[in-house]
């Protein structure tokens, strides 16, 4: 299994960022995919969850209705949509071979929200 994330950087409060994970390994299209995030000092969340075939999406409700998690089965890639991004947001962010668990995952991309 190997999961490489990216698409993090610096963003103001309220602005939006994609994220990435290209995914390799395994059959992509058969396994349910996930994002997870760590914040400075604090534990592994898991934050959002999607089936093979796009037909189940879930999301914790720390981030319900601001992120969005879809898939690209023909480019074996997950993605995670970042809106109204708060300074509570920054945080690794970390792509999971997971419906609702935070392993296994990739090494994560960093994403920072300040003005």
């Known amino acids: 299994v190997r999961l490489v994330e990216s698409g993090g950087g610096s963003v103001q409060p309220g602005g939006s960022l994609r994220l990435s994970c290209a995914a390799s390994?395994?059959?992509?299209?058969?396994?349910?995919m996930g994002w997870a995030r760590q914040a400075p000092g604090k534990g592994l969340e898991w934050i959002a969850g999607?089936?093979?075939?796009?037909?189940?999406?879930e999301y914790a409700d720390s981030v319900k209705g601001r992120f969005r998690i879809f898939r690209d089965n023909s480019k074996a890639t997950v993605y995670l949509q970042l809106d109204s991004l708060q300074p509570a947001g920054t945080a690794m962010y970390y792509c999971?071979?997971?419906?609702?668990?935070?392993?296994?995952r990739g090494q994560g991309t960093l994403v920072t929200v300040s003005a």
């Open positions: 999607i089936t093979p075939g796009s037909g189940n999406v």
């Open positions: 390994g395994f059959t992509f299209a058969a396994a349910n």
């Open positions: 999971v071979k997971a419906l609702q668990n935070v392993a296994p």
